[in-house]
C-alpha cells in the first residue's frame, strides 16, 4: 500500500513538473518568437522608409535596440529551458554515472547561484537607468534593461527545478555544500588573493573558469561566476557593473544580425534555396574529395563580414550546407572544426566591423584596411582547403558521378535565385540601401518571396518552431557574449592591459620579434575578450609602439586580426567555437580534437603573412 502511494505520489509529481514546464515554455517560448518577427518587421520598414519612400523612421533602430535586449534574455531562459546553452561535457562522461549525476546536480546548483547573484544587481541597475531615455520614444530605458531582472528570474525558477528534480536530496545538497564551501573558501583566502596582484586573475579567470567547464556548468554561466567571484572577493567594485556590462556586451545593435541571420540560415533551408544552392555547387566540386568542404569555406568568404558578426555569418552558411554533407557522410565534429576555422579565416575579409572598429580607435585607413584583408583571408582559406583535402582523403566518392556540363547548366538556371541571394545582401551593404543589422531583413524578405513563387517550398506549420530555435540559439550565443563582456571589463580594470604592454614593448628581436609577441598575445586576448572589445582595449596602446618600429599598420592590423580570429575561435575558452558548435547543434565535445589541425594552418598562415608583408600592402 505504501508503495502504491509513493507511485502516486512520483506521479503527481511529475505531472505537476510537466505542467510547470509547459506553462513556463508558453510564456518565454511565444513572446520569444513574437520578437523575432517584430524585430525583422522593424528593421526592413526602417529600411523601406528611409530607402523606397525617403522618409526615415527614426525611431526603428531606437525600439529595435530595446526589444533586443528582451529577445536575448527570453531566448537565453529557452536555451536553459531546452538544455541548449553550450557546454563541455566531455570530463564528465569519463566518470562513471552516479559521478555523472553529481556533476549534473553541481553544474544546476552553479547556474543557480550565479543567476540569484544577478537579481540584486540587475534590480539596482534597472532603478539607475530610470533616470535615462531614449531620445526619439522617450521611453525609460528601465524597461529595456528590466529585460536582464526578468530573465535571470526565470532562469533562476529553471535551475531550481532541474537542480530538485534531476537529483537525489543528497546530491543536491552536496552540490549546494560544494559551492558554499567554495564561496567560503575564497572569502577566507581573500587577505591572500589580494596579496597576489594580478596573480589572482590565474585563480579566477583561468583556474575557476576550467573548473567550472569541466564540470559542465554552461559556457556563460562559467565566465559570469568567476567575473562575479573576482568582482566581490578581491575588489570593492559594485556587482551592479556586472549587469551594465552584460547590458552592454548583449545590447549592440549590431549583433541584432545574429538571430536574424539565424533565421535566414534556418529559412534558406527550409524554402529549398540551400537545396538548389548546395545541388549546383555540388555539380561542379561534388565529384571531387572534400568538395562541399571547399563550398563551404568559399560560401563563408562570400558572405563574411556582411553582418559584422562571426556568428551571423555561420548563422548563414551553416544551415545550407550541413545537411548535405552530413548525408555524405562527414562528421558533425569535422563539420563544426571546419565551419569554426572558417569563420577565424574570414576575420579580415571586408566590410567587416573588426577591420572598421580597429580603424576608428587607431586611425588607420579604413579603405586600406578592406583592400589589405582580401589577399591574407584568401592565404588562410587555401591553407584550410589543403587541410579538408586531407581530412577527406579516405572519403568514398566512387558513387558519386562528375556531372556533365549541360546538367550543371541546368542546375545553374534553377540556383539563379539562390545564387543571387549573397550579392544581394551584399550589393545592399555596400551600396548604402540598409545597415549590417538591417542587410539581414532584405536577406529574409527576398528569401520568403523566392521560396513562395519561384520555389513554391514554405512549410507554414514549420514558421514558428523555426522563429523559437532561433530565439533558443541567439540567446545562448548572447548570453556568452554578455558574460564574456564583463569578463573582459574586469580583466581590463585589474591592470593587465597596461602591464601587457609593458612587457611586449620591452620584448627582443625587434619588429619580427614584436609581431611574433602580437600573435601570440592577441591569440589569447581574441579567446578571453573576442576581437572588438580586445582591439578597443589594447588597439591605442599597441599600434603606437608597432609605428615607431617601423612595422605598416595596415599590415600589424591584418596580423592582429588574423590571431584574433583564431583565439576567438580556439576551445576551451574561444566565444566563436562554442557559437559554431551552437550554430552546428553540435557537442563542443565532437568538435574539439578535429578543430586544432585547421587552427594549427591559420597560425601557419598567419605567420607566413606577418613575414611577407607584401601579403597585406602589396595591392594598396
Same mark, same amino acid.
Given at each position: ?80 529551458? /531546452? ?17 555523472? #549525476? ?58 531550481? /527545478? /532541474? ?41 579566477? $579567470? ?87 568542404? =571547399? ?20 548563422? !548563414? ?23 569554426? &576555422? ?50 577527406? +582523403? ?8 562528375? #556531372?556533365?556540363?549541360?546538367?550543371? %547548366?541546368? +542546375? $545553374? ?12 545582401? +551584399?550589393? &545592399? ?32 506549420? /514549420? ?11 541567439? %540567446? ?9 563582456? !564583463? ?22 628581436? %625587434? ?19 573576442? %576581437? ?5 582595449? $589594447? ?16 599590415? =600589424? ?24 558548435? !551552437? ?16 587552427? &594549427? ?8 603573412? #606577418? ?10
Amino acid at each position: 500500500m505504501s508503495m502504491a502511494a509513493a507511485e502516486v505520489g512520483k506521479s503527481a509529481a511529475t505531472s505537476g513538473g510537466g505542467r510547470f514546464d509547459l506553462w513556463l515554455g508558453r510564456l518565454t517560448e511565444w513572446p520569444a518568437a513574437a520578437l523575432v518577427v517584430v524585430e525583422i518587421c522593424v528593421l526592413f520598414a526602417g529600411v523601406v522608409s528611409r530607402y523606397v519612400i525617403n522618409r526615415p523612421l527614426i525611431w526603428s533602430d531606437e525600439l529595435a535596440s530595446i526589444l533586443f535586449l528582451w529577445l536575448a534574455m527570453l531566448g537565453a531562459v529557452v536555451a536553459l529551458r /531546452r538544455d541548449e546553452h553550450m557546454r563541455l561535457t566531455a570530463v564528465a562522461m569519463l566518470l562513471p554515472p552516479i559521478w555523472q #549525476a553529481r556533476l549534473r546536480a553541481l553544474a544546476a546548483a552553479v547556474v543557480a547561484v550565479f543567476v540569484l547573484e544577478i537579481v540584486a544587481p540587475a534590480r539596482a541597475y534597472v532603478e539607475a537607468q530610470w533616470f535615462i531615455t531614449t531620445p526619439a520614444l522617450e521611453i525609460h530605458d528601465s524597461f529595456r534593461v528590466a529585460a536582464i531582472i526578468v530573465g535571470a528570474l526565470l532562469m533562476l525558477l529553471i535551475a531550481v /527545478r /532541474r537542480l530538485v528534480a534531476g537529483s537525489s536530496l543528497l546530491q543536491m545538497l552536496g552540490a549546494l555544500a560544494v559551492v558554499g564551501a567554495v564561496a567560503v573558501g575564497f572569502w577566507l583566502a581573500k587577505p591572500w588573493l589580494m596579496s597576489l596582484g594580478i596573480g589572482n586573475l590565474v585563480v579566477f $579567470f583561468v583556474v575557476l573558469v576550467a573548473i567550472c567547464v569541466a564540470v559542465g556548468v554552461p559556457i556563460a554561466f562559467s565566465f559570469g561566476v568567476a567575473t562575479m567571484s573576482y568582482l566581490a572577493v578581491v575588489t570593492r567594485m559594485p556587482l551592479t557593473i556586472v549587469v551594465s556590462r552584460m547590458d552592454e556586451g548583449m545590447s549592440g545593435l549590431v549583433l541584432l544580425a545574429v538571430p536574424l541571420f539565424v533565421f535566414l540560415g534556418l529559412l534558406i533551408e527550409m524554402t529549398g534555396l540551400a537545396r538548389v544552392l548546395v545541388a549546383f555547387m555540388a555539380s561542379i566540386v561534388g565529384h571531387v574529395k572534400g568538395g562541399l568542404a =571547399y563550398v563551404l569555406l568559399g560560401a563563408m568568404y562570400l558572405v563574411s563580414g556582411i553582418s559584422g558578426s562571426k556568428a551571423a555569418d555561420m548563422a !548563414a552558411v551553416a544551415p545550407a550546407l550541413f545537411p548535405e554533407m552530413k548525408q555524405r557522410g562527414a562528421a558533425p565534429g569535422e563539420l563544426v572544426a571546419l565551419l569554426s &576555422a572558417s569563420g577565424a579565416m574570414a576575420e579580415t575579409i571586408p566590410p567587416s566591423l573588426v577591420l572598421i572598429t580597429i580603424g576608428s580607435v587607431t586611425g588607420v585607413s579604413i579603405a586600406a584596411l578592406f583592400t589589405g584583408g582580401l589577399l591574407p583571408a584568401a592565404v588562410g582559406a587555401l591553407a584550410l582547403a589543403i587541410v579538408a583535402r586531407l581530412r577527406c +582523403r579516405h572519403d568514398d566518392v566512387s558513387g558519386i558521378e562528375r #556531372a556533365s556540363w549541360s546538367e550543371i %547548366g541546368k +542546375r $545553374f538556371v534553377i540556383a539563379v535565385p539562390a545564387l543571387i541571394l549573397p550579392f544581394v545582401i +551584399r550589393a &545592399a551593404v555596400v551600396d548604402g540601401i540598409a545597415t549590417a543589422t538591417e542587410v539581414s531583413t532584405v536577406g529574409i524578405v527576398y528569401t520568403i518571396l523566392v521560396g513562395l513563387f519561384v520555389y513554391r517550398q514554405f512549410d507554414w506549420s /514549420r514558421v514558428v518552431p523555426i522563429l523559437i530555435e532561433t530565439a533558443s540559439l541567439s %540567446g545562448a550565443i548572447l548570453l556568452i557574449i554578455g558574460t564574456a563582456t !564583463a569578463m573582459a571589463w574586469a580583466l581590463t580594470q585589474s591592470g593587465f592591459s597596461h602591464s601587457l604592454v609593458a612587457t611586449m614593448s620591452a620584448v627582443s628581436g %625587434g619588429p619580427l620579434g614584436f609581431l611574433a609577441i602580437s600573435i601570440l598575445v592577441f591569440t589569447v586576448l581574441g579567446s578571453v575578450l573576442e %576581437g572588438i572589445p580586445a582591439i578597443v582595449l $589594447f588597439g591605442p596602446l599597441l599600434f603606437p609602439v608597432a609605428r615607431a618600429l617601423g612595422i605598416n599598420e595596415v599590415h =600589424y592590423a591584418i596580423v592582429v586580426v588574423l590571431a584574433m580570429g583564431m583565439g576567438l575561435f580556439a576551445p576551451p575558452f574561444g566565444v566563436g567555437f562554442y557559437a559554431a558548435c !551552437a550554430i552546428g547543434r553540435v557537442s563542443p565535445d565532437a568538435a574539439m580534437s578535429r578543430v586544432w589541425p585547421y587552427l &594549427a594552418v591559420l597560425l601557419a598562415a598567419t605567420v607566413l603573412i #606577418a613575414a611577407v608583408p607584401w601579403l597585406s600592402i602589396g595591392f594598396l
